[in-house]
T-cell receptor
Framework: SQQGEEDPQALSIQEGENATMNCSYK?????LQWYRQNSGRGLVHLIL?????REKHSGRLRVTLDTSKKSSSLLITASRAADTASYFC???????????????FGKGTHLIIQP | DGGITQSPKYLFRKEGQNVTLSCEQN?????MYWYRQDPGQGLRLIYY???????QKGDIAEGYSVSREKKESFPLTVTSAQKNPTAFYLC?????????????FGDGTRLSIL
């Protein structure tokens, strides 16, 4: 079942601009993770935010989490052509029991950085 | 370097044929997963394994089978019962210590029907 839904489905911006993408989910979570996928490749883990955290930074990435609205956002600052990729949010359900099955992925936002 | 290796990168299946996708990891991770990705879609879980000799069905297990005889290896067989096998298949692994463990992915196998 699809837990997370990213918005927008596609985003095209100029190099140097900031890119913001959003993720909404339905059930209570333990944590939320963001991944990047370059065309034809596997996913790469970017950042994990726990349910008791509101904001987290990693380099040019900033993730926020609002559990009351069941939503998260990923901000990429000073975008580069190499940031062109699909970005997925993935949630670990509070009801997974911490098991390996608990991660559910959204459909992704396709980000294009125009040089 | 530690990582996950999937092979082959491209695979073609004939009607009525079973094919096996390989996934090997040297990260010493306990848990391994198989996902299916269709164009423009997210990942759907096929099977996962938390420990050797044990595995569980995911959301779309019908038409697929797996084995976990070694910690490092988690092969996926796409059987002839899977009527729409054309997709991008991703293998992943993670440490299994409850929550908070990110998954590491291989570079996928693209399966097509001849």
């Amino acid at each position: 079942s699809q837990q997370g839904e990213e918005d927008p489905q596609a985003l095209s911006i100029q190099e140097g601009e900031n890119a913001t993408m959003n993720c909404s989910y339905k059930t209570s979570i333990n944590n939320l993770q963001w991944y990047r996928q370059n065309s034809g490749r596997g996913l790469v883990h970017l950042i994990l935010i726990r349910s008791n955290e509101r904001e987290k930074h990693s380099g040019r990435l900033r993730v926020t989490l609002d559990t009351s609205k069941k939503s998260s956002s990923l901000l990429i600052t000073a975008s580069r052509a190499a940031d062109t990729a699909s970005y997925f949010c993935a949630t670990e359900s509070l009801y997974s029991g911490g098991g390996a099955d608990g991660l559910t992925f959204g459909k992704g936002t396709h980000l294009i950085i125009q040089p | 370097d530690g990582g996950i290796t999937q092979s082959p990168k491209y695979l073609f299946r004939k009607e009525g044929q079973n094919v096996t996708l390989s996934c090997e990891q040297n990260l010493n991770h306990d848990a391994m997963y198989w996902y299916r990705q269709d164009p423009g879609q997210g990942l759907r879980l096929i099977y996962y394994s938390q420990i050797v000799n044990d595995f569980q069905k995911g959301d779309i297990a019908e038409g697929y089978s797996v084995s976990r005889e070694k910690k490092e290896s988690f092969p996926l067989t796409v059987t002839s019962a899977q009527k729409n096998p054309t997709a991008f298949y991703l293998c992943a692994s993670s440490n299994f210590r409850g929550t908070y463990q990110p998954q590491h992915f291989g570079d996928g196998t693209r399966l097509s029907i001849l």
